[in-house]
């Protein structure tokens, strides 16, 4: 005969809707590989690399969030571990408070889930926080079951002792969520004997007398383990101190004054609204994480898509930034999304163009930045200067795979392949990069000048042949490097360095010096690609070009001809039609609000009004 068949109790209902609506909202409105991206977990799996890690207190907990870190980089995969993450707190979470109260609480346990949902916003944070809730939650539980069975005091004091150098070698600031439990056992146990306060103490002096004594190293001082200078971050790590200490009072005092009497209930409608208010909870928490933390959301967006080399989702991404948020490196970023999709001379005024075009050559210790900086270098051909600031990078990133990758490519342009395969060696034990560091050493073996490699090829002929350093990087009137005479200089070394002329045309137009603009004008003819070839395959001038070169010979009063270049009698009209409808108004926002509907995406109304946010 056949059993009926077994529906999953309420508690675990309300378990499995729970973690399915927060795998959801972690795979969508997260996407760990954004957490990966902006943190850089570093990871290698050859066995020197755990060394690191053994000298200071929280190593461990470092080098398992990095194992764990890894998995953010595939989007499903990231969702799944971080959701199971926050399941083994919540299980632990679970069992911490049944041991203490000697029975089950099982709503408890949703509350640090949803704390630990808000951390997940914080991309850039690489606090193990939930490695440290376990690797202090799980001790406590221990202490707490084993302190109702011992007796002696000597031995339970010894035993506390133990766990808390454990937990403080394994987890670092770990034992502040273990001290919570050790504190109500012993309370519970002498209610007169102020055994707590011995716990408390212990577990604050312990990283502050390792600091001060140095019988370890410590990478932080222990005052950053408990003051964040992130208010978001302090929130998370405060609000789960804060729950896991009162939450233990809270049932030592129940304990203390007896437990209430049971009141009829109907079950069912508890059931109902237990699990209603949980999930409405969880959706809150999700919505207000999703809406404060949106612009590192987007900045990581916006940087994951160019480091990938998704061009178009970072054209996406840029629509939706803050005009504060424009800075050096998104500006950069955007340009070099437009130039890659063959748009740059075209689109380029539908953006904000508030600031330089590319990136200065100098060295600044934010790491995206000087990645930025060295992969600029290389897509110029400045090989060099891509090794020297790839050699700063490393100073500043250490053993990056990013830098690692980039270092490879440097190497293999410039025909350097032991200093290459010392960084694809290096690589191929890195879980993420591994596949693409072992697909290159194969090819470096059948082609050692990797004579089939078009990327490769291309970068060589853009590399500079002679000697430049003087009048780039040592002009008196300068305090950085002359990036017009740098681009200048790639010209001449391959006349079709498309990004080289891209950029410094825009470079130009953003200054409107409609002099330099004409001279340098007649190089269009080397250029090639979709963004100067027409529907029929005929050539084809940008649109901003032609708007520029018409503002060139209304100025002057010449006309314009160039090899390779044509100024449509359409485009004479929009700057006839532009110029009738500005000098109707004498002041520059009536003008400016005249032209905007028509004319606000075009180089006539960047010339008029000069840089600003016209989206």
Not at 125 to 137: E, K, N, Q, S
Not at 202 to 217: D, F, K, Q, R, S
Not at 331 to 359: C, K, V, W
Not at 490 to 517: C, H, I, K, T, Y
Request: net charge positive.
């Amino acid at each position: 005969m056949l059993k009926a068949a077994q529906w999953p109790s309420a508690a675990r209902t309300r378990d499995i809707a729970f973690f399915a609506v927060l795998l959801s909202y972690v795979w969508v409105g997260i996407d760990t590989r954004l957490i990966y991206h902006w943190q850089g977990p570093v990871f290698y799996t050859f066995p020197e690399f755990v060394d690191e890690f053994l000298k200071y207190p929280g190593g461990a907990a470092d080098y398992l969030y990095r194992l764990i870190a890894q998995t953010y980089a595939w989007r499903a995969w990231g969702a799944m571990v971080a959701t199971a993450q926050v399941a083994v707190v919540a299980a632990l979470t679970e069992a911490y408070f049944k041991a203490l109260a000697g029975r089950a609480l099982p709503l408890v346990r949703y509350a640090p889930a949803a704390l630990l949902l808000y951390h997940l916003n914080l991309y850039y944070d690489r606090t193990p926080i939930v490695l440290a809730l376990i690797l202090g939650l799980t001790p406590g539980v221990v202490f707490v079951h084993l302190s109702r069975r011992w007796r002696s005091e000597a031995a339970l004091a010894g035993l506390y002792v133990a766990l808390l150098a454990a937990v403080y070698y394994l987890g670092g600031m770990a034992i502040v969520f273990f001290a919570p439990a050790a504190a109500m056992a012993h309370m519970a146990r002498r209610p007169r004997f102020p055994w707590w306060i011995v716990h408390l103490l212990l577990t604050a002096a312990a990283p502050v007398t390792v600091e001060l004594l140095g019988p370890a190293y410590l990478p932080v001082p222990a005052r950053d383990w408990f003051v964040f200078p992130d208010v978001r971050l302090a929130i998370v790590c405060w609000g789960l101190y804060g729950f896991y200490a009162l939450g233990a009072a809270i049932v030592w005092w129940r304990r203390r004054v007896g437990p209430r009497p049971e009141r009829p209930r109907q079950r069912r409608l508890v059931d109902v609204l237990a699990t209603a208010s949980v999930l409405l909870g969880l959706c809150s928490v999700a919505a207000v994480s999703y809406r404060l933390n949106s612009r590192d959301r987007l900045l990581a967006t916006l940087d994951y898509d160019s480091s990938s080399e998704n061009w178009p989702a970072v054209l996406d991404a840029s629509r939706r930034l803050a005009a504060k948020d424009f800075n050096p490196l998104t500006l950069y970023e955007i340009n070099l999304a437009l130039h890659q999709t063959d748009r740059l001379a075209d689109d380029m005024f539908q953006f904000p163009q508030t600031g330089s075009m590319l990136l200065d050559l100098r060295v600044d210790m934010f790491l995206p930045y000087m990645l930025k900086v060295t992969d600029m270098c290389l897509r110029l051909g400045r090989v060099n200067e891509a090794e020297h600031f790839g050699g700063e990078t490393i100073i500043l990133a250490k053993s990056d795979p990013r830098i690692y990758r980039l270092m490879a490519r440097v190497n293999l342009v410039k025909g350097q392949t032991a200093a290459a395969r010392k960084f694809l060696t290096v690589l191929s034990y890195d879980l993420v990069s591994a596949a693409w560091a072992r697909q290159r050493l194969r090819e470096l073996n059948r082609d050692p000048q990797l004579a089939a490699d078009q990327q490769v090829q291309l970068l060589r002929r853009r590399m500079l042949r002679n000697d430049d350093m003087l009048p780039v990087w040592q002009r008196a009137d300068r305090t950085s490097a002359d990036l017009d005479r740098l681009l200048l200089d790639q010209l001449e070394q391959d006349p079709s360095n498309r990004m080289a002329f891209e950029f410094l045309m825009g470079r130009r137009l953003l200054a409107r010096d409609m002099a330099a603009v004409r001279a340098l004008m007649p190089r269009i003819k080397d250029m090639t690609g979709p963004a100067y070839a027409g529907p029929g395959g005929e050539r084809r001038t940008p649109l901003r070009y032609q708007e520029a070169m018409a503002i060139y010979a209304d100025v002057t009063g010449a006309a314009v001809s160039i090899e390779g270049f044509e100024v449509q009698p359409e485009t004479i009209q929009r700057a006839a039609a532009f110029k009738a409808i500005i000098s109707q108004f004498p002041s520059r926002d009536a003008a400016m609000q005249a032209a905007w509907d028509g004319f606000r995406g075009t180089y006539f109304f960047y010339f008029a009004f000069g840089p600003g946010d016209y989206r």
